[in-house]
C-alpha cells in the first residue's frame, strides 16, 4: 500500500483526553526530527496535563465550540499539515453538549481545516450504527446508520459534516472504534475495574453478549495507518481488537489482570436478568427525549446488547493487525492505574 510523505505538523484536537493522550505519549516518543505535534486542549489545567505526557508537544488552548480559539490554534502550524480529530464527549454534564461537541464542535474544526490540511482522520463511534440486531450479528464495512441515543446522533451527524467536507475536496479518513481500555483511561473504566473487584459488575442473563473492544495502543497504530496510507479519503474503518469478546470473557480477563498484579478479588458475579437492562434502557429513552441524560443508567440500558464490528477492511487497507488481545492489555491497564496511584 502507498504511503503519504511525513507531514511537517500534525494537529491533535481532544489531546487531553484518552486517546489524545495515548496519540501523544506514542507521538513524543518518536525520533526528535520527526513533525511538530500540537496539542488542542480546553484549558490551562489540561494543557499541563498534556505537557506532562508529551512535553515536546506545542500546546493550545482553544475550544472545538468556539470557532475563534480553532482559528488561532491552527496558525501554529506550519507546512504541510495533518490532523487528527479526536476531540468529544461522551458523557456529558449537560444533554446539549452532544451536539455542540461532537456535531457542531466537528464542524468548526473542518471550516477550520477547509485551507491547509492535507489529511484529517476523525475518530468517530460505533454508536452511530447503534446495537448489533442479533447477538450473532456484526457490523461489517458498509454499516447503515442507526444510531443509538443522544451520542449515537451527535456522532452520526458529525460523520455526515466530514462527508460534505470530502464532496467540498477534503482528504479525511474516518475511524470508528468500539469500547476502549487500556493506559490513560478515565474515572469511570476505573470503576469498572472496582466493581469486577467487589464482584458488582452486572452481567445480564447469560453473559454472552458479544463486545468488540479496542485496546488504546492498538487504537493508536489504526489512527496513524489511516493518517498516512495513501488514496482512501472519504473511507471509514472499524478499528478493534482481533475479535468480539463476550461479556463474561472481559469480566474474566479483568479478575484475572487484578489477581496478576496483586488484588484480591470477590468471587462472585452479578447476575441480573436482561429485563433489567432493558428497563434501563427505557428509563434513558425517556430521560434523553426529554433533554437529560444519567450515565450510570445509559451504561447499564447498553450493557444487555451486542455490539462486535469487523476489522477486514481496516486489515486490507491500513496493513492494520491488532498486536494486543484483552488478557495482555487488561493486565496492562491495570498495572497503569496502580503506578498512577489509583484505588482499585
Known amino acids: 500500500m502507498d504511503t503519504l510523505a ?133 457490523f461489517g464495512e458498509h454499516e447503515p446508520y442507526h444510531p443509538y441515543l443522544g451520542y449515537g446522533r451527535s456522532k452520526m451527524a458529525a460523520e455526515s459534516a466530514v462527508a460534505e467536507a470530502v464532496e467540498a475536496g477534503l482528504d479525511a479518513v474516518i475511524v470508528r472504534p468500539p469500547w476502549f481500555y487500556g493506559p490513560f483511561q478515565p474515572v469511570r473504566q476505573t470503576t469498572f475495574f472496582s466493581m469486577v473487584r467487589a464482584g458488582r459488575f452486572p452481567v445480564f442473563g447469560a453473559g454472552d453478549q458479544r463486545r468488540s473492544m479496542v485496546y488504546v495502543h492498538n487504537l493508536v497504530d489504526g489512527v496513524l495507518a489511516a493518517l498516512h496510507t495513501a488514496g482512501i479519503a472519504g473511507r471509514a474503518y472499524w478499528i478493534a481488537d482481533e475479535h468480539p469478546y463476550a461479556v463474561t470473557e472481559i469480566v474474566g480477563a479483568v479478575r484475572e489482570a487484578l489477581e496478576a498484579n496483586g488484588l484480591d478479588c470477590r468471587d462472585r458475579t452479578l447476575r441480573l436478568p436482561v429485563v433489567v437492562a432493558r428497563t434501563a434502557e427505557r428509563v434513558d429513552r425517556l430521560l434523553q427525549a426529554r433533554g437529560r441524560y444519567q450515565q450510570q443508567v445509559h451504561v447499564l440500558g447498553e450493557m444487555g446488547h451486542s455490539i462486535a464490528v469487523d476489522i477486514a477492511a481496516a486489515r486490507r487497507d491500513l496493513g492494520y493487525a491488532p498486536r494486543v ?11 497503569w492505574c496502580l503506578e498512577q496511584g489509583y484505588e482499585l
Open 325 to 335: 488481545a484483552l488478557a495482555e492489555g487488561m493486565r496492562t491497564s491495570v498495572a
Open 6 to 138: 511525513p507531514p511537517d505538523t500534525i494537529v491533535v484536537t481532544g489531546a487531553a483526553g484518552w486517546l489524545g493522550r495515548a496519540l501523544l505519549d506514542r507521538l513524543d516518543a518518536a525520533s526528535p526530527d520527526h513533525p511538530l505535534v500540537v496539542a488542542l486542549v480546553r484549558t490551562a489545567d489540561e494543557a499541563a496535563t498534556v505537557a506532562a505526557v508529551a512535553p515536546r508537544a506545542h500546546v493550545e488552548v482553544a475550544d472545538v465550540t468556539d470557532p475563534d480559539t480553532l482559528a488561532g490554534a491552527m496558525s501554529s502550524a506550519s507546512g504541510v499539515t495533518d490532523l487528527v480529530h479526536t476531540a468529544g464527549v461522551i458523557h456529558p454534564t449537560r444533554f446539549a453538549e452532544f451536539d455542540a461537541v461532537n456535531h457542531q464542535g466537528t464542524r468548526n474544526l473542518l471550516t477550520a481545516a477547509a485551507s491547509g490540511v492535507r489529511r484529517l482522520v476523525h475518530v468517530s463511534s460505533n454508536s452511530p450504527f447503534g446495537t448489533n440486531p442479533t447477538p450473532r450479528d456484526t
